[in-house]
C-alpha cells in the first residue's frame, strides 16, 4: 500500500541523510521542518559531478540528472546568467538511488561507495 511505499522511502532518505551528512565534497539539500518531502527524488549537490557520476557507474550504482533548467531552451529565450543561485548549483547536482524496493544491504553500498570519495 501506499504508506508501506511512503514509509520505506523515507526511511531510504532518513539513512542517507545521517550516513552522508558530513562527507567531503557532498553537500545535502536542504530539508525543512516545517514540510515532507515525498522522497521521489534524493539530489545531492557533489564537486566534480563527471568524476562523481563515472565512480558511481564503475561501482554499479546508477545516478541521474533528472531536471534541466527551462532556461536553456531556445523557446525561453536561452541561458541567462544572471541567475547566479541556478548557475552555482547547475553542475553540481545529482540524483541517487532512492525507491521502496532498495535493500538495507543497497543502501549500505551506495553510502560506502560514496565515502570512499571520487
Avoid at 547566479?84 to 535493500?103: D, F
Amino acid at each position: 500500500d501506499l504508506e508501506k511505499v511512503n514509509s520505506r522511502r523515507r526511511a531510504v532518505a532518513d539513512q542517507y541523510r545521517a550516513s552522508l551528512k558530513n562527507v567531503p565534497g557532498l553537500t545535502l539539500l536542504e530539508k525543512k521542518p516545517d514540510r515532507e518531502s515525498g522522497n521521489w527524488l534524493f539530489t545531492v549537490l557533489v564537486e566534480r559531478r563527471d568524476d562523481f557520476v563515472k565512480m558511481m557507474k564503475s561501482n554499479e550504482i546508477e545516478t541521474h540528472m533528472v531536471h534541466v533548467r527551462c532556461d536553456v531552451y531556445p523557446i525561453f529565450g536561452g541561458k541567462r546568467l544572471n541567475l547566479p543561485a541556478m548557475n552555482e548549483v547547475e553542475p553540481k547536482y545529482v540524483s541517487i538511488p532512492l525507491h521502496q524496493g532498495l535493500s538495507d544491504d543497497e543502501v549500505d553500498k551506495v553510502v560506502k561507495t560514496i565515502k570512499k570519495g571520487w
